[in-house]
């Protein structure tokens, strides 16, 4: 071998160690410790390679796809070293603290210990802080990981340090802002839930909490006031877990993301989270999509996914905000789907209802008793908002499935005002069954009354049924969440285990749990059945045309501030 000799093509030319290499990638990969060294070492001994370089070699092993596991961290005149004795970065200095007082935006992320930044997506957020004039801040995570695949310099310090790239951004002190607080909670990187037990640590403030994963959750206040909104922020670090159960898992839920919380004009405060995607290199926020380099106009977007819409009892700023003003979600990002939840309320013939008769008397006394006017100012709604040419989904949902119900609890509970009605769609139920390998199908009544009128968006409308999924992107947004895994009731915790990425509906609480996101409610917020402190929030969900979600608040009729 030449002097010079570059180590992928002596590689090449040694298909034996080159299998070497590929059988050390997947022994690590099915949880085997083996360090890189231990590689260069086997290599050295076995087939007398030439090279004594430790990152060279992991660098190699990165460069051609074998271990994406395998890290470079920074050399060591690019780390910052934490010194403290009781070991905490050091305070914020008063110019850095006055700064972050003043701005109206903040960006919020996490970075573990010992562990190199996503360059792509730490260029993607400064970018974007200059854009908009917000003030980035990272909190420290502290980790102690045996089994590190992160492959220091020769001149690393010891101990616990940070990328130096983020020196300027660190912030361990708490942080108190308008609406927010930022606790200096230490959150372990492996937390399999970020915001357990926080529920009140923010006090009656929204919390915004340094972690490694994305999460949300909102917290129950007064009726006349706004649910407490809590985040974890997801982190600016690339994933760096130990082999255990736990590490694996983190390593699995962990998430290049950050917070956005802007304030505005009105003192109104507004929060959503952006995350990266490392496929497209880029995130998204709203109508701009940032790279590493800068910010462009952001795609189509490949769906809303609007609160549970109760179009009955709608609330007229969010109707506004999401489908009629000039700057509405719709008019913004243009959906290709629009995702529809609970769209038929059914209170007029609700089985809640069955049985008190003062509630049904005074039903038809006050003109909410007839379910043929419900289902037209349904329609009529439907078709009003279908402002764009994207395709609509009705979601199957139990507000919407009280029809059916209706239908079956025979003719004891059917009013006078309803009688010819129903006999009509029970005619229509019966003529559409049909026998099947696993029993008897029936259509929806809904969809064969909306195809029994004149509705002007019905071609463009698909009823989904709750059995078959419908993907976008790898998205599935046909679960409703009142049903959950083997008959279960529903939840956003027990529809994040099932392996699939979702987008429900069906609490009025939003939030994000694993891969399960959950929108709010598109109603008014004092229902009939709204009793107690509520935790309840008008909040769409997007998709962008890179795969990722944003959950939007609706607040005071806008949904983004006004400044």
């Known amino acids: 071998m030449g002097r010079g000799t570059s180590m992928a093509a002596w590689i090449a030319e040694n298909p034996k160690a080159a299998k070497a290499m590929v059988k050390f990638v997947s022994n690590r990969k099915r949880g085997n410790q083996d360090s890189v060294s231990a590689l260069l070492n086997g290599l050295r001994w076995d087939f007398d390679f030439p090279f004594s370089s430790e990152p060279s070699l992991a660098r190699h092993l990165k460069t051609i796809g074998l271990e994406d596991r395998v890290v470079i961290a920074p050399p060591a005149s690019q780390i910052v070293v934490d010194k403290g004795v009781d070991d905490t970065i050091a305070p914020m200095s008063k110019g850095r603290a006055k700064r972050i007082k003043k701005a109206r935006r903040w960006v919020i992320t996490a970075a573990q210990n010992n562990t190199p930044v996503d360059e ?52 361990d002190d708490e942080i108190e802002l308008k609406d927010v607080l930022i606790p200096d909670v230490r959150i372990a990187a492996t937390s399999g839930n970020p915001l357990t037990g926080l529920d009140s640590r923010s006090g009656t403030k929204h919390g915004v909490y340094g972690a490694t994963q994305l999460s949300m959750k909102t917290i129950a206040t007064a009726h006349n006031e706004l649910p407490k909104i809590l985040y974890s922020t997801g982190a600016v670090t690339v994933a760096n877990y130990s082999t255990t159960k736990a590490g694996n898992i983190a390593d699995f839920h962990h998430s290049l993301a950050a917070v956005i919380v802007e304030q505005d004009s009105k003192g109104r405060t507004f929060m959503r989270s952006v995350t990266w995607s490392s496929k497209h290199k880029n995130f998204s926020d709203i109508d701009v999509t ?274």
């Open 290 to 563: 940032f790279y590493a380099d800068g910010g462009v106009d952001a795609e189509r977007w490949e769906a809303l996914i609007p609160g549970d819409e109760h179009a009955a009892f709608i609330d007229l700023g969010v109707k506004k905000a999401t489908y009629m003003n000039k700057d509405s979600m719709v008019r913004t990002g243009n959906p290709k789907v629009v995702v529809r939840h609970d769209l038929l309320d059914c209170y007029a013939v609700s089985h809640h209802h069955m049985g008190n008769v003062l509630q049904q008397r005074n039903k038809e006394v006050f003109g909410w008793g007839n379910i043929q006017t419900e289902l037209d100012q349904t329609i009529a709604f439907l078709d009003e908002t279908s402002v764009t040419d994207a395709k609509q989904l009705v979601v199957s949902s139990n507000h919407n499935d009280h029809l059916s119900q209706w239908l079956s609890g025979g003719e004891k509970g059917v009013t006078s005002e309803n009688a010819l009605l129903y006999h009509k769609l029970m005619v229509w139920m019966f003529e559409s069954a049909e026998r099947t390998p696993s029993g008897v199908k029936m259509d929806n009544p809904f969809k064969m009354y909306m195809e029994h009128t004149d509705s002007e968006g019905t071609s463009e409308v698909e009823f989904l049924g709750g059995r078959a999924p419908y993907i976008i992107g790898d998205i599935d947004v046909s679960q409703h969440g009142h049903r959950g895994p083997n008959g279960a009731r529903g939840s956003r915790a027990n529809l994040s285990k099932i392996g699939v990425k979702t987008v429900i509906g069906h609490s009025h609480s939003p939030g994000i749990t694993g891969g399960c996101w959950q929108v709010g409610t598109s109603s008014r917020l004092d229902l009939e059945y709204a009793q107690g402190p509520s935790s309840w929030l008008h909040c769409q969900c997007i998709i962008h045309a890179n795969g990722k979600r944003q959950l939007l608040p609706v607040i005071g009729g806008d949904w983004r501030a006004r400044n």
């Open 120 to 171: 792509g997506f730490l260029s993607a957020l400064e970018h974007y802080c200059e854009d908009v004039g917000a003030e980035l801040l990272v909190r420290p995570i502290r980790y102690k990981n045996a089994n590190s695949t992160i492959v220091p310099d020769d001149d690393a310090p010891e101990g616990m340090w940070w990328d130096d790239r983020i020196a300027d951004y660190m912030v």
